[in-house]
């Protein structure tokens, strides 16, 4: 009756049930009738290739591994034992000599255990350290079909895939909305291969060549002496780094840009940001800029939200992924390139493809959509899944290939280099998330944490004693072949090509396509970090680049520093807005927005009971907040209360809707009321949080509605009936369809100052 003991039976039942053997799906292991292995001592004819060369079990936590497989990967037994699976019978007392003597040495068991915690770290990621991960599927639409072979983008092919997405600067426990660029790193478990995309949810980078990643990321991190701040760009280095460095500009005003603070990792759009090439079967090629969409939208915060839930929330964006993929939201990205002829100077109408700070608008290039990407599991376990992750911009896939940016070269190197330290050793392949699902056979062997038991004696090519195996690959059995693209003829030299100089059109073009409310959003930003500059001369410096992107751009962030605006250095690029970049103006979806429905024990029970279903039925989260927990009304129809007014703050939801009259839970000194929350019981002045609460959602262009005499609460809260996105009815039914249809728009942006 037991159930770890149930457990254990069942999956000792299932290791006694499955005979072991390659063709039993447990590769590595020899089968039954496999020959034994011998250590071959003399030559001998013909040498039979043998069955069990395989490498490392292709077994990673994509595949859900059951019975065996499941007992190798994970602890088994209901017996709590040592790592050598001897039971034990106390693991809170050391063994001394009598309860008051002193520790013995022979403790076996505390030594241990100690050792294992003490080395239970790893470092973290140099860059990229906070991140959250989700496993999913990848269908192919086949719409590439025509310009790759690799296999995973034919018609209808699904693969699974493990997404890891994160912020840059910040240490593993910084918080997630910091103003920052969100990476956005997928695994494709091919059956080629894996194929790692590691973008960016920016489109461009900081530098232009890898070899300046050290001092960005150093100018970036925080300051060497007193290491502060944590996950911020707002400090002098950084932006001592971005004006001196002014390639950076582009990748900084996007920063500075609503993109800088995403509202979910499910409104985010990403890219693979180098131009890389795909070859088709006849051997032709196409540079491509690889995008995901995602299906909500793409929606970030308001700066002032962004600081809030630092402190309310830290695990915000982490959170957000994990409950929409447990509630069975399932976030889903399509997966499009942009696609360019592959001509010798690999440009596209003036624009350097191998220039990883330029993006080509979407209205010279459209978007082409190839696939779909849906994360449908949380892991299991984070450390063994979402940390020990190894990406790698050099896994490619026959069908994808690299080009010359120099960028990509450097980052080539990095990948693998890094994880020496980060994973402790050459052998991270084998770590379940990162083995891939084809079959490997490798002839790498050895060193730190091998774990695969490598068979046969000829770990090298050509040999004749392990029977030739293994066999290399040729085009037409899948092998990856380098594209065989010319190489100009050049002399060596540590230099950037001329066309690697233009540093302001692109901002530019960036800037001119932003929506007043959207400009407003950079010029505070801008205004902010580079508030916290100390240094007067870096602050001067930022405004001269500003100023080399627009005027009034430059204007806007000096009237903010109370500086003067200097005149620009270069004539203003003649650039045509790309209107894909801005995010105001689209509708959207509205799946898992949570709306918070604010009432009492005197409000509208039946209308809450009523809206509550519908906000359901829409595919949205509906959270009611009340003065206290527990439930609001009696018997079978009680209302269970998800927020009360010390726990809701307006961060958490994209819409309120004030049903009746809320109820009062302090004085007007905030000093809780003995009686809140009691059926009946009245109090002349209304809670400040619930001000706070519908005052923070208005200034943030939040919809808000109210019903059967919610509006007196709107009122107290200084908010006016008639403003943009305030939506009075007499229903909360009624009321809740037309704040639907503003959160579709993501946010009220006539509320913002700009639109007036
Ligand atoms: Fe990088 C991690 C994205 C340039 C060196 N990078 C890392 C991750 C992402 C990116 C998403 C986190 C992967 C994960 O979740 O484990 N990096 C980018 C993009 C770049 C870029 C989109 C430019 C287009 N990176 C870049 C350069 C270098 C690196 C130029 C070095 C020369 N990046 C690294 C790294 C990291 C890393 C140090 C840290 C941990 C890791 O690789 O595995 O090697």
């Not at 073009?509 to 801008?526: C, D, K, N, Q």
Request: with cysteine; charged share 20%; net charge negative.
């Amino acid at each position: 009756t037991n159930p770890l003991k149930r457990a254990a039976d069942k999956v000792a039942d299932a290791l006694k049930g499955e005979p072991a053997g390659p063709e039993n799906g447990i590769p590595g292991k020899p089968g039954p009738e496999s020959p034994p292995v011998a250590e071959p001592t003399e030559p001998h004819e013909p040498f039979p290739p043998k069955p069990d060369q395989t490498g490392p079990d292709t077994v990673s936590p994509t595949d859900q591994p059951t019975g065996a497989d499941q007992a190798r990967m994970a602890q088994s037994g209901s017996y709590l034992t040592n790592a050598q699976g001897t039971r034990l019978y106390d693991t809170d007392h050391s063994l001394k000599a009598g309860p008051r003597g002193p520790v013995l040495l022979q403790d076996h068991h505390l030594r241990e255990k100690i050792m294992h915690f003490d080395h239970e770290r790893i470092p973290e990621r140099v860059v990229h350290a906070r991140g959250a991960g989700a496993h999913g599927v990848f269908r192919s639409y086949g719409t590439a079909a025509n310009v790759t072979k690799a296999a995973f983008l034919a018609e209808d092919v699904e693969t699974p895939v493990f997404v890891r997405f994160s912020t840059v600067l910040g240490s593993r426990g910084s918080s997630d909305t910091v103003r920052d660029t969100r990476g956005f790193a997928t695994k494709f478990y091919t059956s080629e291969g894996v194929f790692d995309l590691v973008g960016n949810n920016i489109p461009v980078f900081f530098i232009q060549d890898a070899i300046k990643f050290p001092d960005v990321v150093h100018a970036a991190k925080p300051h060497p002496d007193r290491e502060i701040p944590q996950a911020q760009s707002a400090h002098d280095t950084f932006w001592d780094f971005v004006t001196l460095h002014t390639e950076a500009t582009h990748h900084t005003l996007w920063n500075m840009s609503d993109r800088g603070i995403p509202r979910s990792f499910r409104t985010m759009e990403g890219f693979g940001v180098h131009t890389f090439r795909l070859v088709d079967a006849a051997g032709g090629t196409t540079l491509v800029k690889f995008h995901w969409k995602p299906k909500l939208g793409v929606h970030s915060l308001v700066w002032e939200e962004a600081q809030l839930v630092n402190g309310m929330d830290p695990d915000f964006h982490r959170r957000d992924l994990a409950d929409a993929i447990e509630a069975g939201a399932y976030p889903e990205w399509e997966f499009g390139i942009q696609t360019f002829p592959d001509t010798p100077d690999q440009t596209f109408e003036g624009i350097d493809l191998l220039d990883p700070t330029n993006i080509v608008p979407e209205e010279l290039a459209p978007v082409q959509p190839i696939g779909l990407l849906t994360l449908n599991r949380n892991p299991s376990n984070f450390f063994a899944e979402t940390e020990q992750v190894a990406f790698h911009p050099g896994h490619l896939v026959p069908g994808i290939d690299i080009t010359d940016d120099p960028l990509l070269a450097g980052r080539l190197f990095s990948y693998l280099d890094t994880q020496i330290t980060r994973l402790a050793g050459p052998n991270f392949a084998q770590i379940p998330i990162n083995r891939p699902q084809a079959p490997v056979n490798d002839m790498l062997r050895d060193g730190f944490h091998q774990t695969a038991v490598h068979r046969g004696v000829a770990p090298y090519r050509p040999n004749s004693l392990d029977g030739g195996c293994p066999f290399t690959a040729g085009a037409d059995t899948g092998a990856y072949i380098e594209t065989p693209v010319r190489v100009p003829e050049a002399t060596k030299v540590r230099e950037a090509p001329a066309s690697f100089d233009d540093h302001f059109s692109q901002p530019r073009r960036f800037w001119l396509s932003m929506s007043p409310v959207e400009r407003e959003h950079i010029i505070g930003a801008y205004s902010f970090e580079l508030g916290k500059c100390y240094e007067p001369a870096i602050r001067e410096r930022a405004l001269q680049v500003l100023a080399n992107i627009d005027p009034e751009l430059c204007a806007g962030v000096a009237a903010g520093l109370g500086l003067p605006a200097p005149e620009p250095t270069v004539p203003l690029a003649d650039v045509e807005p790309s209107p894909a970049l801005s995010q105001v103006g689209h509708t959207w979806p509205t799946d898992g927005r949570i709306i918070g429905i604010v009432t009492g024990p005197d409000g509208d029970l039946d209308g809450v009971r009523t809206v509550r279903q519908e906000v359901l039925d829409g595919g949205m989260v509906p959270l009611i907040v009340a003065p206290a927990g527990g439930t609001l009304g009696e018997g079978a129809d009680a209302l269970a209360v998800q927020r009360t007014y010390a726990t809701a703050r307006s961060v958490e939801f994209d819409a309120l809707l004030v049903a009746g009259t809320p109820g009062v839970g302090t004085d007007a000194f905030g000093a809780r009321d003995a009686k809140a929350g009691q059926p009946g019981h009245q109090q002349a002045t209304p809670d400040p949080r619930v001000g706070l609460l519908l005052a923070e959602a208005f200034r943030h262009g939040k919809a808000i509605g109210a019903a059967k005499g919610g509006e007196a609460a709107l009122e107290g809260a200084g908010i006016p009936l008639d403003a943009p996105g305030v939506i009075a009815g007499d229903t909360a039914t009624t009321v809740l369809q037309e704040l639907v249809q503003l959160l579709g728009a993501h946010r009220v942006w006539e509320r913002f100052p700009s639109a007036a």
